[in-house]
């Protein structure tokens, strides 16, 4: 079992930054493949970006260049760096950790982009 407590969403003008953090607890967080997914009102949940067990990262054609995941295995977590923000951002940002046939989400983090 692996329990996710995401952080660090809010309102923020567009343009601006914010830095999303995972925290993960319940099992050797090290083995999991990672990811930031969001949702926003009527979409369909979509993969932001993703970080292996080994470092390898993919993104988003959306978020490229502006979106950045990084993990810190000593600390069980995985952060979602988000500059150049655009309003189309707007969404719940689910963390998400993966391996062999397990999935575990957390409970979301709201961010909004207006001015």
């Known amino acids: 079992q692996v329990q996710l407590a995401e952080s660090g969403g809010g309102l923020v003008q567009p343009g601006g930054s914010l830095r999303l953090s995972c925290v993960a607890s319940?099992?050797?967080?090290?083995?999991?493949?990672m990811g930031w997914y969001r949702q926003a009102p009527g979409k369909q949940r979509e993969l932001v970006a993703g970080i292996s067990s080994g470092g390898t990262t993919n993104y988003a054609d959306s978020v490229k260049g502006r979106f950045t995941i990084s993990r810190d295995n000593a600390k069980n977590t995985v952060y979602l760096q988000m500059n150049s923000l655009k309003p189309e951002d707007t969404a719940v940002y689910y963390c998400?950790?993966?391996?062999?046939?397990?999935?575990?989400w957390g409970q979301g983090t709201q961010v909004t982009v207006s001015s």
């Open positions: 319940g099992s050797i967080f090290s083995r999991y493949d």
């Open positions: 998400n950790a993966r391996r062999v046939s397990s999935v575990y």
